[in-house]
């Protein structure tokens, strides 16, 4: 497998060609590169023979000779990870009160109830059977569902305002805990670092 790919700031380790397995043919190797003046940060030319999770396996032509190399990918640093962030906030979103529903919305879902099995397998025809019930909804039926949607529009604003309390003493007292996470976790990536 051979590729054009240009890959820098990478750990290089040579290797001798196949067929000759001597240490020293491996140090004269280096020590011819370094005299030719192959020094870090050189760019050389070769071809990727393989590819591998932490690197590439490589070829290069050194005058007569062919070596063959393992390309390794240098340890870039990560970022600290924000899982345990992400986790709290998506528990503090699911306890946001559900939107409000319109009047419209309280009769679709009676009507849907009622209608369903007469149309089943047809969904559009239904949706627009609903559609013209509403429009020929007498004023005073019509009234009904408009006030079911006034009370939910009640129900959202009280639970809301309790919603919103809870999230600004949750962000109050996490900001601190935030930090102390944040500094855990880049202890945490130091360490595995090390090892």
């Given at each position: 497998?051979?590729?054009?790919?240009?890959?820098?700031?990478?750990?290089?380790?040579?290797?001798?060609?196949?067929?000759?397995?001597?240490?020293?043919?491996?140090?004269?190797?280096?020590?011819?590169?370094?005299?030719?003046?192959?020094?870090?940060?050189?760019?050389?030319?070769?071809?990727?023979?393989?590819?591998?999770?932490?690197?590439?396996?490589?070829?290069?032509?050194?005058?007569?000779?062919?070596?063959?190399?393992?390309l390794?990918?240098?340890?870039?640093?990560?970022?600290?990870?924000?899982?345990?962030?992400?986790?709290?906030?998506?528990?503090?979103?699911?306890?946001?009160?559900?939107?409000?529903?319109?009047?419209y919305?309280?009769?679709?879902?009676?009507e849907?109830?009622?209608?369903?099995?007469?149309?089943?397998?047809?969904?559009?025809?239904?949706?627009?059977?609903?559609?013209?019930?509403?429009?020929?909804?007498?004023?005073?039926?019509?009234?009904?569902?408009?006030?079911?949607?006034?009370?939910?529009?009640?129900?959202?604003?009280?639970?809301?305002?309790?919603?919103?309390?809870?999230?600004?003493?949750?962000?109050?007292?996490?900001?601190?805990?935030?930090?102390?996470?944040?500094?855990?976790?880049?202890?945490?990536?130091?360490?595995?670092?090390?090892?």
């Open positions: 497998m051979s590729t054009d790919e240009t890959l820098t700031d990478s750990q290089f380790q040579l290797v001798p060609a196949y067929g000759s397995s001597s240490d020293n043919m491996r140090e004269e190797d280096v020590k011819r590169l370094v005299e030719n003046g192959i020094q870090l940060g050189s760019k050389i030319e070769g071809i990727i023979d393989g590819k591998f999770d932490k690197g590439y396996l490589v070829t290069i032509k050194m005058g007569s000779q062919e070596l063959t190399g393992v390794y990918h240098s340890a870039s640093p990560e970022t600290p990870r924000r899982r345990k962030k992400k986790a709290k906030l998506s528990h503090v979103y699911s306890l946001r009160p559900k939107f409000p529903r319109s009047g919305n309280f009769f679709f879902s009676e849907y109830k009622r209608l369903k099995a007469a149309y089943a397998g047809q969904e559009h025809y239904l949706t627009k059977e609903i559609g013209n019930n509403w429009r020929n909804l007498s004023p005073s039926d019509r009234e009904v569902f408009q006030e079911k949607g006034a009370e939910d529009i009640e129900r959202y604003k009280r639970e809301m305002a309790v919603y919103k309390s809870f999230v600004d003493s949750f962000a109050a007292g996490s900001v601190a805990a935030t930090d102390n996470a944040v500094a855990k976790a880049e202890a945490e990536d130091e360490a595995e670092a090390g090892l």
